[in-house]
């Protein structure tokens, strides 16, 4: 079913997810303007490491500007792993070389299906949520895991249609995809991708506004509490648009919005579902709004915390959380103040 496959956008999660796609013996090709990354891959091979083992991988890579050789071999499967900010460029990269039957799948943080589907249409439009995968692109050529696999318990990647049902497309994605880590099809991709965004944006911001990375973030009070309160906002938030939401970190919405309003018996049980989901974690583990940060890079933070406030505006359900924070990781992002734990108090 494979055929061609090509990732637009190679950074942690598209290298990984690729990397380990070509190990399994498919056809993929790595797509990204980051030039140094791009060479070593095509001197010295992907290097993949960390929790699933180290390996050398050897899979085609591409510069931007070599994309226009794919009209020899059209594409079967294109997976945007860009950014949010970059979805519309790189899915107009690689529209026109499209196979007749082929489409684009969005593998990303935030909602960007319906920024695919306007440059090629909603049936050639596929989502997979990716949760808790962990990568980091350490420096050029070489990405590291450091959440350990979810196994039987826990389904990495949750492959959707826009219009909810069961395709062979996306039952043998989700086969595709098993060959990295635990993979599923979903009837509720869009619950799915706010269950994600919620998961996202209760860490994100936070990382990146305290320079910390997620096991020290953990043993914050005041960070956790703000990420209860930023779990509570983006559920409801989320309820109001008619999402069905799926249990976060096992536990139902409803516990999130209790927590967030104080009820102490729901901040238990997240305390304690804390506890145990940690044991996939290790200290190296850095939210992706954390690591751009660290790199001197963009964030993305408008489409995640900052998607949450303004969806909230245009439902009438403040989220008055999602709003401070996102402004306050603009400034981080700008260089007006640095990254210090001290800057929770003003999210509080």
Known sequence: MAGRIVFVGAGAVGSY????????????????????????IKRHGLRLSGTQGDHTVRVKALHVHEVQGLFHTPVDIALICTKSYDTEWATMLIAQYLAPGGFVVSMQNGIN?????????????????????????VEPGHVVRAIHPGGASYKVFR???????????????????GAVDAAATTTNLWGER?????LNSMSNGLSAVTGLAGGAMGELDAARELSIRLGGEAVRVGQALGYELEPIRGLPPEDWVAAAEGDGAAIERIEAGRAAGSRRFTEEVRPSTG??????????????????????????????????????????????????????????
Request: aromatic share 4%.
């Open 291 to 348: 690591q751009d940060i660290v790199k001197g890079r963009r964030t993305e933070i408008e489409f995640l915390n900052g998607l949450v406030a303004s969806k909230g505006q245009e439902v009438g359900v403040p989220a008055p959380t999602h709003a401070a924070i996102t402004a306050l990781v603009k400034r981080v992002e700008a260089g007006e103040i640095e990254p210090d734990p001290s800057l929770l108090s003003l999210l509080q």
């Open 159 to 177: 492959v959707g249609e826009t219009h909810g049902r069961i395709t062979p497309r996306v039952r043998d994605l989700a086969g595709l995809l």
């Open 194 to 198: 706010w269950t994600k965004l919620t």
């Open 17 to 40: 997810v690729g990397g380990h796609l070509a190990r399994a013996g498919n056809d993929v090709t790595l797509i990204d303007p980051w030039p140094e990354h791009i060479d070593r």
């Open 113 to 137: 299906e319906e920024r695919i589907a306007n440059i090629v249409g909603w049936g050639k439009t596929v989502g997979c949520v990716v949760s808790t995968i962990g990568v980091n692109a």
